[in-house]
């Protein structure tokens, strides 16, 4: 009966003037009979208002009491896993940075097990939430992905540019350069972050609508599906050609993403190409153990095909190994954990609007070959003047620690630095 209102009321429930009529109604229908431990009586967005607010309670990680004025006391056993809360928590609570962020996510499924933030010295874990962080680099990922599956390239193809490569002025995106280019693999220019490369891609390759196509694919544009407040990542449409190549090579600050949806878009390339609904909350009770709502693994259709994924996965790989991130991932043949695991990341580094603040991304994740088992990771730090920490290092901590057996891991975060 509560379903058939729910589906009823469809055309308005994104109304808040309608949300509080439609718990009562449900409340009506459990005390009317409805049957004890029917799930899914809430949903997704009636948690968001629920819960705003009480994020800082769900990452500890330990079941949260709550009261609602219509449906009673209940309780949320969160999905976060304490132990990698605990250590990201304690990683960044020492910093001086502006502010800093670090998501972990189960790609297979989308349970979000690490929610971690820092801001103004202070842990708030809403900053992992936040979608005003220039994207960065980070678009690189869509622009390589479109021209792997609709430029019918692979990582090993050449492309030309001219001056230097991480600039990008008007002159190195003319169709007919002035001066005779230089010729570099896509794998090497997205391990290295080239922008002259990927901003040529974007405009005379991909073109604006493909672009904008594959960046709503993988999460720019459009609502997020979660429990807690998510704004959705901003991208902006180019009116020139310049802005075009901006866009594509991730050199603008009007394409802005949160550290969640970083983790998202990394998971579906080795995810078979399917993006995956995020969730935090594993299930919500009543005091008579009746469920009201069970978070569960929602993935997308096929959105990018599983030849691309393997060839953005080499990509991912060499950005570790030979580009912008081999120096915090360094002798990984002495690691003992993550010489085991497959690894892949992409980097971003840009200034802020008025130049006052520094964005350092990575995303990437690890892989076991044996189990199968692979975790996303997305870590943001917005520095002043002094750089106090390295995201990518940072990360590579955490996929240490996600992957340790945990009767060996350390129990302090501080031990590992």
């Known amino acids: 009966?509560?379903?058939?209102?729910?589906?009823?009321?469809?055309?308005?429930?994104?109304?808040?003037?309608?949300?509080?009529?439609?718990?009562?109604?449900?409340?009506?229908?459990?005390?009317?009979?409805?049957?004890?431990?029917?799930?899914?009586?809430?949903?997704?967005?009636?948690?968001?208002?629920?819960?705003?607010?009480?994020?800082?309670?769900?990452?500890?990680?330990?079941?949260?009491?709550?009261?609602?004025?219509?449906?009673?006391?209940?309780?949320?056993?969160?999905?976060?896993?304490?132990?990698?809360?605990?250590?990201?928590?304690?990683?960044?609570?020492?910093?001086?940075?502006?502010?800093?962020?670090?998501?972990?996510?189960?790609?297979?499924?989308?349970?979000?097990?690490?929610?971690?933030?820092?801001?103004?010295r202070r842990l708030d874990p809403k900053v992992a939430l936040d979608a005003n962080s220039p994207a960065a680099s980070l678009f690189k990922v869509v622009t390589a992905a479109a021209a792997l599956q609709e430029g019918e390239l692979e990582p090993a193809s050449h492309l030309g540019f001219v001056g230097r490569p991480h600039t990008l002025y008007r002159f190195q995106l003319r169709k007919k350069p002035k001066y005779r280019p230089r010729l570099v693999t896509l794998e090497r220019s997205f391990a290295a972050s080239n922008n002259p490369v990927f901003a040529r891609l974007g405009i005379f390759s991909l073109g604006r609508d493909t672009l904008e196509d594959y960046a709503q694919l993988l999460g720019w544009g459009r609502s997020l599906s979660f429990e807690l407040p998510l704004n959705s990542s901003r991208l902006v449409e180019p009116e020139t050609k310049f802005a075009l190549g901006e866009m594509a090579s991730g050199f603008n600050r009007k394409t802005t993403m949160s550290p969640l949806h970083a983790a998202l878009m990394v998971s579906v390339f080795i995810n078979g190409g399917r993006f995956p609904q995020p969730f935090m909350v594993d299930r919500l009770t009543t005091a008579r153990g009746e469920v009201y709502y069970r978070g569960r693994p929602s993935l997308s259709p096929e959105l990018i095909?599983?030849?691309?994924?393997?060839?953005?996965?080499?990509?991912?790989?060499?950005?570790?190994?030979?580009?912008?991130?081999?120096?915090?991932?360094?002798?990984?043949?002495?690691?003992?954990?993550?010489?085991?695991?497959?690894?892949?990341?992409?980097?971003?580094?840009?200034?802020?609007?008025?130049?006052?603040?520094?964005?350092?991304?990575?995303?990437?994740?690890?892989?076991?070959?044996?189990?199968?088992?692979?975790?996303?990771?997305?870590?943001?730090?917005?520095?002043?003047?002094?750089?106090?920490?390295?995201?990518?290092?940072?990360?590579?901590?955490?996929?240490?620690?996600?992957?340790?057996?945990?009767?060996?891991?350390?129990?302090?975060?501080?031990?590992?630095?």
């Open 305 to 417: 095909t599983s030849d691309t994924c393997q060839d953005m996965q080499e990509l991912f790989a060499a950005t570790i190994k030979v580009g912008t991130a081999r120096r915090a991932f360094r002798r990984l043949w002495r690691d003992r954990v993550l010489k085991h695991i497959e690894l892949g990341g992409k980097t971003g580094t840009i200034r802020g609007p008025d130049r006052s603040e520094l964005y350092e991304w990575f995303a990437g994740y690890g892989r076991e070959p044996i189990s199968g088992r692979s975790l996303a990771v997305a870590v943001l730090v917005v520095h002043g003047k002094i750089r106090y920490a390295n995201p990518k290092r940072l990360a590579r901590l955490m996929l240490r620690e996600a992957f340790r057996p945990r009767l060996t891991a350390h129990k302090k975060g501080r031990a590992l630095f």
């Open 1 to 120: 009966m509560a379903t058939f209102i729910a589906n009823a009321l469809s055309p308005i429930r994104r109304c808040r003037l309608f949300s509080a009529a439609l718990l009562l109604l449900m409340a009506l229908c459990l005390a009317a009979g409805a049957p004890a431990g029917a799930e899914d009586i809430l949903q997704k967005r009636h948690l968001a208002s629920m819960l705003d607010g009480l994020a800082p309670r769900m990452v500890a990680g330990r079941p949260v009491q709550l009261s609602h004025p219509t449906l009673g006391r209940m309780l949320l056993e969160p999905t976060v896993d304490s132990y990698l809360q605990n250590l990201a928590e304690a990683w960044l609570k020492p910093l001086k940075s502006r502010r800093a962020a670090i998501v972990v996510v189960e790609p297979h499924s989308g349970r979000v097990l690490a929610l971690a933030g820092l801001k103004k």
